[in-house]
């Protein structure tokens, strides 16, 4: 059972440049969720797709953009790099029914430094 | 948008029992989540309430009330490798979680 993949695992970038991190999910889940966690202020949503084809953009997405070409599938882009977004970047996905718990499952996480 | 505050650390004996507890502030509530964190891995799904009460599973307990913008986290019997990072999380109407910033629990011998 994969669950929920995200590469790289951790990547140090010079400012300016343009990184994708990857993320695919192999649970047929509906719903994808790019989160960043820094320190003292907890995961923060940047962007989101409720069903392949849609996205939305969450509490923090200036800088980054997403796609959802399939269900798997949930890359994230930062066109042109800054410090400030040195942070640990999480994946996640639900089933999106709406129903019940309708919980949210996390990949292990990507370490950006931005130097 | 919501506000959620939590305790940042916590500190107990092995065997104890320890509470967090997490208020909320919210446009809109559709349940509230716990999960657990160690250190340097993903979040990990505890438990789930959506209705005043308690929901108990194994040594952890979670409790919610709507009306007070009030959950806790029980954890009993505390073990080493209960220490770990606890969040709390408020999803709102368009089913988004939003985070507290988390409190550090620390297991002692």
């Known amino acids: 059972i994969a669950g929920i993949t995200q590469a790289p695992t951790s990547q140090i970038l010079a400012a300016g440049r343009r990184m994708t991190l990857r993320c695919t999910q192999d649970m047929r889940h509906n719903a994808m969720y790019w989160y960043r966690q820094d320190l003292g202020l907890g995961l923060r949503l940047i962007h989101y797709?409720?069903?392949?084809?849609?996205?939305g953009k969450g509490e923090v997405p200036d800088g980054y953009s997403v796609s959802r070409a399939n269900t798997d599938d949930f890359p994230l882009t930062l066109a042109s790099a800054v410090p400030s977004q040195t942070s640990v970047y999480f994946c996640?996905?639900?089933?999106?029914?709406?129903?019940?718990?309708?919980?949210?499952?996390f990949g292990p996480g990507t370490r950006l430094t931005v130097l | 948008g919501q506000n959620i505050d939590q305790p940042t650390e916590m500190t107990a004996t092995e065997g104890a029992i320890v509470q967090i507890n997490c208020t909320y502030q919210t446009s809109g509530f559709n349940g509230l989540f716990w999960y657990q964190q160690h250190a340097g891995e993903a979040p990990t799904f505890l438990s789930y309430?959506?209705?005043?009460g308690l929901e108990e599973k194994g040594r952890f307990s979670s409790f919610l009330s709507r009306s007070k913008g009030y959950s806790y986290l029980l954890l009993k019997e505390l073990q080493m490798k209960d220490s770990a990072s606890y969040l709390c999380a408020v999803r709102d109407a368009d089913y988004k979680l939003s985070f507290g910033a988390g409190t550090t629990v620390t297991v002692r011998a």
């Open positions: 996640a996905s639900s089933e999106g029914s709406g129903s019940g718990t309708d919980t949210q499952y």
């Open positions: 309430n959506v209705l005043d």
């Open positions: 797709s409720n069903t392949a084809g849609t996205t």
